[in-house]
């Protein structure tokens, strides 16, 4: 690596071997040119770089940066970083291998709030360095969103960042920086899950259409999603050992309904009860399970058949949007949610959604005492971690067991504090 004048050469004079002077320094075509002084170097690859700048001492230490990355093998690509985030998150995505749904979801998020934005348009070396202007990005977004789903968002980023670092593309994630954090939801306990009451359930059931109307049961009872009840088929149910396995759900790719495997492919079985088990022996009986064909995983899937507990009335998959149409009115009707007047547009009620039957099942578990991980497990969470944010406040309240505990201490003769001191 070597720093070059580019304003001044050297010319030796005609007779500089007899008399012995210095060469004579000459301007060059580049004299006066902004970058006097050029900075020289191979990078990893052995490619040939230079880059020019205006002082001497700023030369010397970028000289100085260079030979050290290239020492340490942490060399970045000066050029490379200068790729907008929009091209990069292309490219980012366009390597993902992950769940079809999943990559749906990704896609409207990078379509809503990078490639539409300025912050798009910003190269990454730029946005590694300015954090200011990831933050103004997070500004707009706490108008327009809640809490929770900027921080999908800024998660989202967040990996394109970290692609690049390994890529080396930037040296660092700005999205590690204390500055670029998200503001924190207020706690409000409005917002805390409440699971409904068994009356509750079974009027919700008994509101829904009668072929649909024993799928509160095992969503109640055994803690299933949506799109697993959906995909819930007779041979799923294991009447002998009493188990519920969740071996599949039914979802909507491209437009499209499929089958694929439950939430983050994580297949589970569940304790079916016996009051569950009844319910589900009478469904069949009334209405015999039917075959349902779809595509596996993605819409030009392999087609696979299975004979499903709950189909429309033509005999089809059920379909998300037009079920929750119905579970809306089963709510109104079984006095959950006030009834929509006439002529006007149902409100989504969406914390009276399907979903309120796994909090029912979760709530129901942790008061018999089941443990948080256990619980975990039913409900297909990958993360204890988050069963418990979720649901603690539904555990038993610890203070009378607490107190029990400490009365069963210092009632036991042999408790330290009778014994005398010497």
Not at 105 to 124: A, C, F, H, N, P
């Amino acid at each position: 690596m070597t720093i070059y004048d580019r304003w001044h050469k050297s010319r030796p004079k005609p007779d500089e071997e007899l008399c012995g002077c210095r060469p004579k320094r000459v301007p060059t075509s580049d004299h006066g040119c902004d970058g006097r002084w050029q900075v020289r170097y191979r990078d990893d690859t052995g490619t040939q770089r230079k880059r020019n700048f205006d002082r001497r001492p700023d030369a010397e230490r970028f000289d100085a940066e260079i030979k050290n990355s290239l020492h340490k093998g942490e060399y970045l690509d000066p050029s490379a970083g200068q790729i907008t985030l929009s091209a990069y998150a292309r490219e980012w995505r366009a390597s993902l291998t992950i769940d079809p749904g999943t990559l749906e979801r990704v896609d409207s998020r990078l379509s809503k709030w990078v490639y539409g934005q300025q912050i798009g348009s910003e190269t990454m070396a730029v946005l590694a360095t300015r954090p200011a202007l990831l933050r103004a990005w997070i500004k707009l977004m706490e108008g327009l969103l809640a809490p929770s789903s900027i921080k999908v968002v800024m998660d989202t980023v967040s990996a394109i960042f970290n692609t690049a670092v390994d890529d080396r593309i930037v040296r660092r994630n700005p999205f590690t920086l204390r500055s670029v954090q998200a503001a924190r939801p207020v706690e409000n306990g409005s917002k805390k899950v409440i699971p409904w009451t068994l009356p509750q359930v079974v009027g919700v059931g008994d509101q829904l259409p009668a072929r649909l109307g024993a799928l509160v049961y095992p969503g109640s009872g055994c803690g299933l999603r949506q799109g697993e009840l959906f995909g819930l088929a007779k041979d799923d149910l294991d009447f002998e050992n009493s188990m519920i396995h969740v071996n599949r759900q039914v979802r909507i790719i491209g437009g499209h309904l499929v089958f694929s495997l439950p939430k983050r492919n994580k297949t589970r079985s569940v304790p079916m009860p016996a009051s569950v088990a009844e319910r589900l022996r009478a469904h069949i009986e009334k209405y015999p399970p039917t075959a349902v064909t779809l595509p596996w995983r993605v819409p030009d899937g392999e087609l696979r058949t299975f004979v499903l507990l709950f189909t429309n009335a033509a005999g089809g998959a059920l379909h998300r949007n037009s079920f929750n149409y119905m579970w809306r009115v089963a709510i109104e009707r079984a006095g959950i949610v006030p009834s929509t007047p006439p002529g006007a547009r149902r409100r989504p009620y969406r914390e009276h959604g399907c979903h309120k039957l796994r909090h029912t099942a979760a709530s129901a578990w942790l008061a018999a005492g089941v443990d948080i991980v256990t619980v975990a497990e039913y409900l297909g969470h990958s993360d204890p971690g988050f069963t418990l944010r979720t649901y603690t406040h539904l555990m038993p309240s610890a203070t009378e067991r607490a107190r029990r505990a400490m009365d069963v201490f210092f009632a036991d003769g042999t408790c330290a504090l009778d014994v005398p001191q010497t």
